[in-house]
């Protein structure tokens, strides 16, 4: 289904779509720079307009491995599919599925650099529950292990050209010289990017 709904559209959607379920997990995949981190939070923020309380939001960020797990070989690329912990992402969406426990998850600061374990509590009154990162519909293992665990999957479509200002911008708010902004951003950032507007599974729906 190809289609761009506008924020309270989409929200009274996966209202509906969830309605009598004690658990409906919604994936947001898409590009570095797409704006997933803040789609989410406007998503989330949507639904517990309608219902108080029952959104909650997980990011797959949370689950970058630490820099001393990576090593300086792969520091450099940290952001790939291969720097993130997906076995631990996986174990808790689960966990979130079954809706049994509140489940902690960790968060990662970007500013810091690192994730924060038990950074954010996804409670049993959170029914709806938005998962959002680059790579959940990635089309290769493990990534794609985890595409069952979704009731509904949206990916977020944007231009290069507007991926590539907003990456540079995030670079020089970091600290980054222009120079090293534009580095990271076309020899790291966008080759994700590619990858995944290359080799990602049929989203339910694209948003724009």
């Known amino acids: 289904m190809v289609m761009t709904p506008d924020l309270d559209t989409l929200a009274r959607q996966i209202i509906g779509a969830a309605?009598?379920?004690?658990?409906?997990?919604?994936?947001?995949?898409?590009?570095?720079?797409?704006?997933?981190?803040?789609?989410?939070?406007?998503?989330?923020?949507?639904?517990?307009?309608?219902?108080?309380?029952?959104?909650?939001?997980?990011?797959?960020?949370?689950?970058?491995?630490?820099?001393?797990?990576?090593?300086?070989?792969?520091?450099?690329?940290?952001?790939?599919?291969?720097?993130?912990?997906?076995?631990?992402?996986?174990?808790?969406?689960?966990?979130?599925?079954?809706?049994?426990?509140?489940v902690a998850v960790p968060v990662f600061d970007r500013p810091l650099d690192l994730a924060r374990a038990g950074g954010r509590l996804i409670t049993l009154e959170q029914r709806i529950v938005i998962v959002e990162g680059n790579y959940l519909l990635l089309d290769r293992s493990p990534w794609r292990e985890l595409r069952p665990l979704f009731d509904w999957t949206l990916f977020i479509d944007v231009d290069d050209v507007v991926l590539v200002e907003r990456l540079v911008n995030r670079w020089l708010e970091m600290g980054q010289d222009r120079t090293g902004a534009l580095e990271r951003t076309h020899h790291k950032d966008m080759l994700n990017a590619q990858l995944v507007k290359s080799c990602c599974l049929p989203p339910d729906q694209r948003w724009r």
């Not at 993130?84 to 426990?101: K, M, N, S, T, Y």
């Open 19 to 102: 309605e009598g379920a004690s658990r409906y997990l919604v994936a947001l995949a898409g590009p570095p720079g797409a704006g997933k981190s803040y789609r989410s939070a406007q998503l989330c923020a949507a639904i517990n307009q309608h219902l108080p309380g029952q959104a909650g939001l997980v990011p797959m960020d949370g689950y970058h491995f630490d820099n001393a797990v990576l090593g300086e070989q792969q520091v450099p690329v940290k952001g790939a599919p291969h720097t993130f912990d997906v076995e631990g992402l996986r174990c808790d969406l689960e966990r979130i599925r079954q809706a049994i426990h509140p």
